[in-house]
């Protein structure tokens, strides 16, 4: 882009201005859209590298999916409070135990989603749960110090899930949760026990590449 002329005199200070400040907006704004470009990069590779539970796709109407899971081992600790003081909490003594800072033994690698199921919703108890990797048993697990961070084996299920971006507030997930009810209702699929919760992200991913998730298990025909 060349700067303006006026004939062949020199362009007024004000046209000069203007001239400056556009190439200064369209550097700048190439600079964000590629910086943009890099983080949305960053971010495809990291979840990607991450290993998330394998299921099987049943059948799926757009955000929600009907998929079985095979038997999962998850570490879990429960802890009081709202949804969000309560997964915050949480985390602490779970990434302890993956990254061996409250135990002996070698460290687990990171999974997703991080997981949150009500224990008593009368009294504000949850449960939050680390899947581990697929490699692992019970068995072949490094054990945990003490009894606040347990081990266990949940069972091969049917889930129905309804898969959503943006930070997780409790009004967002309320209003997923509810379109996920109201299309099990009509489909005539049955709900077995509270909903769970499933984050996929760390707090620094931006709303809108964030994934979330709320899951009922259901019965199956």
């Not at 998929?67 to 003594?93: C, I, K, N």
């Not at 990797?133 to 490094?142: A, D, G, I, M, Q």
């Not at 507030?169 to 077995?192: C, F, H, M, S």
Request: net charge positive.
């Amino acid at each position: 882009m060349r700067a303006p002329s006026t004939g062949g005199r020199h362009a007024s200070d004000a046209d000069q201005a203007m001239w400056t400040f556009k190439m200064l907006a369209l550097t700048g704004l190439g600079l964000v859209v590629g910086l943009a470009a890099i983080a949305i990069g960053i971010w495809i590779y990291v979840m990607s590298t991450i290993e998330q539970p394998k299921y099987t796709s049943v059948r799926q109407d757009g955000a929600i999916e009907i998929r079985d899971y095979p038997a999962l081992v998850v570490a879990e600790v429960t802890r009081r409070g709202d949804r969000q003081a309560a997964v915050r909490a949480g985390f602490s003594p779970l990434a302890g135990y993956i990254f061996a800072k409250s135990r002996a033994g070698e460290t687990v690698s990171m999974t997703a989603p991080v997981i949150q199921t009500p224990a008593q919703a009368a009294e504000q108890s949850w449960l939050i749960r680390f899947v581990m990797p697929s490699k692992y048993t019970l068995e072949t697990l490094p054990k945990a110090a003490g009894e606040d961070v347990r081990l266990l084996q949940l069972p091969a299920a049917r889930r129905a899930a309804i898969r959503f971006s943006g930070v997780a507030t409790d009004a967002l997930i309320a209003e997923n949760e509810a379109v996920l009810r109201a299309w099990l209702a009509k489909a005539g699929i049955a709900i077995q026990g509270a909903a769970t919760y499933a984050y996929y992200n760390d707090p620094w991913t931006p709303g809108p590449l964030r994934r979330n998730e709320v899951l009922f298990e259901v019965s199956k025909p």
